[in-house]
């Protein structure tokens, strides 16, 4: 299969994954820019809703419930929108030029294009899967959503055994996979591979777009800077998608810049954007519901970045209040949020944060945790990203300069700090408070920082192109005046488009070399079926794809999924007795584990064998993701060639598949 064979599976998950969102932001009023960045967050958002009521209704998970809810959704925004304007007498929000729209799309469209490039060469073949531990569940998990039809990010972690607020998973992304099977027949490694590209390549890109707006004002350069140097960062998404594989967290960290530009609308901090209170808050709401359907953590991640913004509007709003020698009420509602806020904060921090786990310890010192946060170089990989980190350090000295936007020096501060505490302060209480949201693992941090570097380099050659720019116009003032193209339209625009496509010209070869291609070209051995830790070879996968007329439909299947079998349900749909590596597993299949070899002498493993109606075995060697106590725990599975309780079936390599022939 080609790459551009996928181009339809690619336009569905485009559509399920940006589409929704856009009608729901048009009914509510969102236009241009602001549009386009709102729609991947309204669109995850509506996706974790509708996967939910579909759940509770007992309606199954398809792109016909994901347009019900979407339009049942946009028309009482319509609503809303006009009861807003109804009761608005304020001036109509100015919307941004069809020009400036076109200058910030272009730029959002190069760096997908960059991305997608990269993405493509770190994955290999279209239905190449990240060979990586959390895979194993990640792919089950979207076979799961297309057979049972249930996406509720409340039940998701049944499919491992577990119940109650044990079963809560984030869904949005696992859910999306499963709509691109369903509307384009898409194997499931072939879906997957479809959502990350999207959220790499069109979610992320548009994400930092706006905020880039938000932030810097309607100014082209910045516009372009932000779409292509999204694609100048290893951190992100590259990394995520090499380490774990962190697939959903990879959709919540692609929809932060966007939900921070609504932190910034709604606290009234953008620069020259301005729209509707009712509709920005609405937005953000739905900002914080797709993060939480996403990855949870990422929701406290918004928090951090998040409060300078706030706290840097309301010490603007008290310092107005001084100014304008306003009575001490005037304070009182302005002290009492900041403490309800700051209280609200706390609680959130400390307790939406996963079962502790810290198994990674610092792998830094604390100057070099430096050096890698303002280089972005994260992870020790000595990979630094001049180009993105130069401008990014001169948007901090403009940022400093700048009173509206200085809440970003702040944030900038805030995500290091979390990054140099994991990264080079050993465990202790203190880490545990701080990064335990994200599982102390340095690598999730290290995916935010691009967040605000982004905008920071947009930030940053706006100012270098207005200094440029200065020196210009006084070394060359009479010759610019005299060709007077301040009163030639034509002129002045084709010198702006000529400039833009120069400055384009410039930051692709300036970002794309070095960190980036250095990174994607070590990462893309997690992709490759037959290396040495890879979980499903090249004759696993054969053997899987023989299954259609070797296996029933509704076979089970015992299976180790240490060594990769597990997989042999997201590949066939045919039941597996374990889904995920620490799965909850029923007694009858622990029996099974320790004993299915010995069915043929032991009630007992016969008595499961019943009860769990196994019917086949699969034996994919010793080769384990992690070569432990927890792999080895499957001793019944291990010798079966030489059992006279199955029959071999199927063989290539040494990938076996065998007929339980007992105790039927």
């Known amino acids: 299969m080609s790459w551009w064979s996928t181009a339809p599976v690619l336009a569905a998950t485009i559509a399920v994954m940006v589409g929704p969102g856009l009608v729901i932001g048009l009914s509510l009023g969102f236009r241009r820019l602001a549009l386009l960045g709102v729609a991947p967050v309204f669109s995850v958002g509506i996706a974790g809703l ?50 400036l729209v076109a200058a910030g799309v272009a730029g959002a469209v190069i760096g997908g294009v960059l991305i997608a490039r990269s993405t493509v060469r770190m994955i290999g073949a279209p239905e190449h899967i990240s060979q990586r531990f959390d895979n194993v569940f990640h792919l089950n998990a979207v076979r799961y959503i297309f057979e049972t039809g249930d996406a509720s990010t ?6 491992t055994g577990n119940s109650g607020f044990a079963a809560v998973y984030p869904a949005a992304w696992h859910s999306f996979g499963a709509l691109a099977m369903q509307l384009t027949g898409a194997s499931v490694p072939l879906a997957v591979n479809a959502v990350n590209i999207v959220t790499a390549a069109v979610v992320w890109p548009i994400s930092a777009l706006f905020l880039a707006r938000v932030v810097v004002g309607p100014r082209m350069v910045g516009l ?71 990855h949870m953590s990422s929701v406290n ?7 300078p913004v706030v706290l840097w509007s309301v010490s603007r709003q008290v310092a107005f209040l001084a100014r304008s020698g306003a009575a001490p009420r005037r304070y009182l509602p302005w002290a ?12 959130v921090w400390l307790k939406l944060r996963p079962v502790p786990y810290d198994v990674w310890g610092p792998h830094q010192t604390t100057s070099g945790a430096v050096g890698e946060v303002l280089g972005n170089a994260p992870m020790d990989y000595r990979l630094m990203a001049y180009t993105v980190s130069a401008l990014a350090l001169i948007g901090l000295i403009h940022a400093a300069r700048t009173r509206r936007s200085a809440w970003l020096i702040l944030s900038f501060v805030v995500i290091g700090y979390l990054y140099l505490v994991d990264a080079s302060i050993e465990r202790g209480p203190w880490r545990a408070v701080l990064t335990g949201i994200w599982y102390a693992d340095t690598n999730r941090l290290a995916a935010v920082l691009p967040v605000v570097s982004v905008v920071l380099a947009a930030l940053g050659a706006v100012a270098v192109v207005d200094a440029s720019s200065g020196v210009v116009r ?40 070095g960190a980036v291609s250095e990174y994607v070209s070590w990462a893309k051995i997690h992709y490759v079926p037959d290396s040495p830790s890879s979980i499903l070879s090249t004759d696993e996968q054969a053997l899987l794809d ?10 089970v299947i015992a299976v180790n999924p240490w060594n990769g079998s597990s997989l042999a349900y997201a590949y066939t749909g045919r039941e597996t007795l374990v889904h995920h590596l620490f799965e909850t597993s029923t007694p009858q299949a622990l029996v099974l584990a320790r004993s299915l070899d010995d069915a043929a002498q032991s009630a007992e493993a016969c008595q499961a064998i019943r009860d769990e109606n196994v019917s086949y075995a ?47």
């Open 50 to 99: 509708a996967a939910v009521l579909g759940s509770v209704a007992g309606i199954p998970w398809t792109s016909w419930l994901l347009l019900a809810v979407t339009v049942l959704t946009a028309a009482i925004g319509l609503l809303i929108s006009r009861l807003a304007a109804r009761r608005s007498a304020g001036p109509v929000p100015r919307r941004d030029s069809w020009a």
């Open 154 to 159: 409340l039940t998701l972690g049944t499919m």
């Open 224 to 294: 372009v800077t932000a779409g292509v140097t999204s694609a100048g960062y290893m951190a992100f998404p590259y990394l995520l998608m090499a380490w774990g594989p962190l697939f959903p967290y990879m959709l919540s960290v692609a929809l932060l810049p966007a939900a921070l530009a609504l932190v910034v609308l709604a606290s009234r901090m953008g620069a020259s954007m301005t729209e509707a209170p009712a509709r920005v808050w609405i937005a953000l709401a739905a900002a914080f519901a797709s993060l939480g359907f996403s």
């Open 301 to 307: 991640t918004l928090l951090a970045l998040g409060l």
């Open 336 to 347: 009492a949020g900041t403490v309800v806020g700051l209280a609200v904060f706390v609680v």
């Open 474 to 513: 006084r070394l060359a003032g009479r010759r610019l005046e005299a060709a007077d193209l301040g009163r030639r339209p034509v002129l002045r625009g084709a010198a702006a488009g000529l400039g833009l496509v120069a400055l384009a010209g410039l930051l692709v070869p300036a970002t794309q070399p």
């Open 546 to 555: 023989r299954f259609d007329g070797e296996v029933p439909e509704d076979a």
């Open 618 to 664: 699969l034996d994919f060697g010793t080769q384990y993701l992690i070569d432990g106590e927890e792999a080895r725990g499957y001793p019944g599975l291990a010798d079966l060639a030489t059992s006279d309780a199955v029959r071999l079936v199927d063989e290539q390599g040494a990938a076996r598949l065998y007929e339980v022939v007992v105790c039927q």
